[in-house]
């Protein structure tokens, strides 16, 4: 089993829709769940990270963590075609190394 | 501005050649990271750097080589051992001061091998 799993998508929304992406994850050691949005040709940039289980939330994004399940969600509400981007998952331990999910596509058409 | 910077963008390669990106920052950030990208395959880890003449080798070290001479610099050599080269480079650099996940990347380097 993989350390990280994402489904790569594409996923393909209309405007204003609630779009949700989702990672899970199988070592329970794991400490700290990011989320990096990576435009097309250009390099990922950190979105949100979260160190606890719950929500975090910040303007149109959600971040959810559930250790007990090893589930992570980014939610994003009211989408635009600003975020059509590839968005990646990143989980890590204290003192390693991050592991990237595969990413899944966005696409929000207006 | 600090930031990463990656060159060159686009690089073509003979089969059999050595080619060496170049990554530097002036972020004052002690680690830097080499990640490769393909399509439908995330990043993968080639060689990681936490202080200044010494590095580890990530997920996928093979074919690949790496130094750090200087704080602000991080050469990686995709050498002919490697026998798939063909995919987007990505350099990254954290600080012990931010979150332990956060990284901050480079625009990328595009290499090609014909």
């Known amino acids: 089993q993989k350390e990280v799993e994402q489904d790569p998508g594409p996923l393909s929304v209309p405007e204003g829709a609630i779009v949700s992406l989702n990672c899970t994850y199988s070592?329970?050691?794991?400490?700290?769940f990011m989320w990096y949005r990576q435009y097309s040709r250009k390099g990922p940039e950190l979105l949100m990270y979260?160190?606890?289980?719950g929500n975090k939330e910040d303007g149109r994004f959600t971040a959810q963590v559930d250790k007990s399940s090893k589930y992570i969600s980014l939610f994003i509400r009211d989408s635009q075609p600003s975020d059509s981007a590839t968005y990646l998952c990143?989980?890590?331990?204290?003192?390693?190394?991050?592991?990237f999910g595969k990413g899944t596509t966005l696409s929000v058409s207006s | 501005d600090g930031g990463i910077t990656q060159s060159p963008k686009y690089l073509f390669r003979k089969e059999g050649q050595n080619v060496t990106l170049s990554c530097e920052q002036n972020?004052?950030?002690?680690?830097m990271y080499w990640y490769r990208q393909d399509p439908g395959q995330g990043l993968r880890l080639i060689y990681y750097?936490?202080?200044?003449?010494?590095?580890q080798k990530g997920d996928i070290a093979e074919g690949y080589s790496v130094s750090r001479e200087k704080k602000e610099s991080f050469p990686l050599t995709v050498t002919s051992a490697q026998k798939n080269p063909t995919a987007f480079y990505l350099c990254?650099?954290?600080?012990?001061?931010?979150?332990?996940?956060?990284?901050?990347f480079g625009e990328g380097s595009r290499l090609t091998v014909l």
């Open positions: 990254a650099s954290s600080s012990r001061d931010r979150g332990p996940g956060e990284l901050f």
């Open positions: 070592n329970s050691a794991f400490q700290y």
């Open positions: 979260t160190y606890s289980s």
């Open positions: 990143a989980i890590n331990q204290a003192g390693t190394a991050l592991i």
């Open positions: 972020l004052n950030h002690d680690a």
């Open positions: 750097s936490q202080i200044v003449n010494d590095f």
